[in-house]
């Protein structure tokens, strides 16, 4: 059970320079820095995956990423891809109204997109851009996801490639030392 003075009369200040504000009320968000923090936080997001499953987008949320996507078969016509980018499309539009009205920040130019397909395949995917709101993002080569690298054919090449590059770089430091 949570306590409600967890929740109740949070207030904030800045101090810089040894110099400290006038502390204020906070009327939203979810206080930082504690075992619960993270579980309200949870709480608060929870429709963001609902939203995901009306639109028929899978997704996976980590802390306060979401990751969002869909399949489709590779067609001579590209039917299927943009259907499936018109379904991404107004689940990113429908995550964004929520999260304004709920006074969370969509973070835009962090959003990037792959699409991803077998080397072997003879038809490729367009490389047309998905449209998000206001903007749009073109398909990458890569994306780093969690720390990982992935490139447009899951191959991980560019991810070993990224390992080895830091370990001889490692490796060389070591050698100067010695």
Not at 7 to 12: A, E, K
Not at 31 to 50: A, D, E, K, R
Not at 84 to 94: D, F, G, I, K, R
Not at 144 to 158: A, E, F, I, P, R
Request: contains cysteine; positive net charge.
């Amino acid at each position: 059970m949570i306590r409600s003075a967890y929740l109740s009369y949070l207030f904030q200040s800045f101090s810089i320079a040894g110099v400290t504000s006038v502390a204020v009320l906070l009327l939203y968000g979810v206080p930082q820095g504690s075992v619960l923090g993270p579980i309200v936080f949870t709480l608060y997001n929870s429709p963001i995956h609902s939203i995901s499953l009306k639109h028929g987008v899978s997704d996976h949320l980590y802390a306060d990423d979401e990751q969002i996507y869909v399949s489709f078969p590779l067609v001579p016509d590209h039917s299927a891809q943009s259907r499936a980018y018109s379904m991404v499309s107004n689940c990113v539009s429908e995550t964004q109204a929520w999260m304004s009205d709920n006074l969370i920040q969509f973070n835009g130019p962090k959003s990037d997109a792959l699409v991803c397909y077998s080397k072997t395949s003879r038809l490729k995917p367009t490389n047309f851009p998905l449209v998000l709101g206001d903007a749009s993002i073109s398909p990458s080569e890569t994306v780093l996801n969690l720390g990982v690298t992935l490139d447009t054919h899951l191959s991980m090449q560019k991810q070993i490639g990224k390992v080895c590059s830091t370990a001889f770089y490692k490796l060389g430091k070591i050698v100067k030392i010695r």
